[in-house]
């Protein structure tokens, strides 16, 4: 299994970016896949998440109604809106086998290397 996010790059405040995940060794609607980011000193926090089996979705209070994951059979996307100095971090994708909702870092099996998203002010 293995997982690569992409799209991160330097982008000025109020500006967008769209995150992808790609994944190979397993099918994307078996997992969960969600999205982290960690900024320098920072503990990694989650983001967002979207379940296969229901097409649920979940977003941290701090990029709610900014940021929208969606999924295609090929990949799991971030748009990421109205970004802030703030969302500046690495940004990683992961997966998680078991069906449902995660909101912690420990409920997750994979990870993919992270990309680079940085906000100027």
């Known amino acids: 299994v293995q997982l690569q996010a992409s799209g991160g790059g330097l982008v000025q405040a109020g500006g967008s970016l769209r995150l992808s995940c790609a994944a190979s060794?397993?099918?994307?609607?078996?997992?969960?896949i969600g999205w982290f980011r960690q900024a320098p000193g920072k503990e990694r926090e989650e983001v967002s998440c979207?379940?296969?089996?229901?097409?649920s979705t979940y977003y941290g209070d701090s990029v709610k109604g900014r940021f929208t994951i969606s999924r295609d059979k090929a990949k799991v996307y971030l748009q990421m809106n109205s970004l802030k100095p703030e969302d500046t971090a690495v940004y990683y994708c992961?997966?998680?086998?078991?069906?449902?909702?995660?909101?912690?870092?420990?409920?997750?099996?994979?990870w993919g290397q992270g990309t680079l998203v940085t906000v100027s002010s």
């Open positions: 992961a997966a998680a086998i078991t069906l449902g909702i995660k909101v912690s870092v420990l409920e997750y099996d994979y």
């Open positions: 060794g397993f099918r994307f609607d078996d997992y969960v």
């Open positions: 979207i379940d296969p089996s229901d097409g």
